[in-house]
C-alpha cells in the first residue's frame, strides 16, 4: 500500500489504528474506504461535496468553478448506498475482517458530473475554469467486488438518479422554499 496523496496518507493511518486496537482487544475490524459521498444533507459550503455545491450555485443562479481542466475523474457514492454498506458491515460474520472499498467503480470527470448537475437543476450552465489544486490525483475509483463478496454490498443508486435526488432536496431547502 502506497499512499498518493495526503489526504490518501490520513486514512490509511486511520486504518492502521483501528487494527492496531483490534488487535490489542481480540476484536474483527472492518474498514470501509469510501468513494466520493454525496446527497440530500450534504453541507454545499464544506470543504468537500462538489455535487452539493454545484448543484446550489446553480439552484441560486451563481457561477461554478472547476479546478483543473474538468477531465479529472471521481467515483462518486450516493449517501444511501454507503449506509446500506455499514448495514453490511456491522451484519457481516464475526470472522470477516478488512477494508473494503465502498464506491461504484465508475470514474466521472468534474465536466461530465457538472453537465449532469446542470441538467437535473434544468439550466444550461457553463463553469469557470481556474488552475488544478495541488495534491489532488487525476483519476480515482474504486473496486467494490470485494464488498460485494465479503458483505453481500453493491451500489444501487447510479450518478444520474443520485444526482436528480440531491438537486431535488437542494432545491426544497433554499430558504423561502417549502419541502
Known amino acids: 500500500m502506497d499512499p498518493l496523496s495526503p489526504h490518501a496518507v490520513a486514512k490509511v493511518a486511520g486504518e492502521m489504528y483501528v487494527r492496531a486496537y483490534a488487535s490489542t482487544y481480540g476484536i474483527a475490524p472492518i474498514c470501509l474506504a469510501l468513494a466520493n459521498v454525496y446527497g440530500p444533507r450534504q453541507d454545499p459550503h464544506g470543504e468537500a461535496g462538489v455535487v ?5 450555485a446553480m439552484i441560486g443562479g451563481r457561477r461554478t468553478t472547476i479546478y483543473g481542466d474538468g477531465t479529472a475523474t471521481r467515483d462518486y457514492v450516493y449517501v444511501d448506498d454507503v ?4 448495514l453490511c458491515a456491522a451484519d457481516a460474520p464475526v470472522p470477516t475482517t478488512g477494508t473494503f472499498n465502498i464506491g461504484t467503480g465508475v470514474q466521472t470527470s468534474v465536466a461530465k458530473l457538472h453537465h449532469l448537475i446542470a441538467e437535473a437543476v434544468g439550466i ?4 469557470d475554469y481556474t488552475a488544478a489544486r495541488g495534491g489532488e490525483l487525476r483519476a480515482s475509483a474504486l473496486d467494490p467486488t470485494l ?21 431535488e432536496w437542494l432545491s426544497r431547502s433554499r430558504p423561502g422554499v417549502r419541502a
Do not use: I
Open 52 to 56: 452539493a455545491a454545484f448543484g446550489s
Open 147 to 167: 464488498a460485494g463478496k465479503a458483505l453481500g454490498w453493491k451500489p444501487d443508486t447510479d450518478l444520474v438518479e443520485g444526482v436528480k435526488r440531491t438537486v
Open 83 to 86: 449506509a446500506t454498506a455499514f
Open 124 to 127: 444550461a450552465c457553463t463553469p
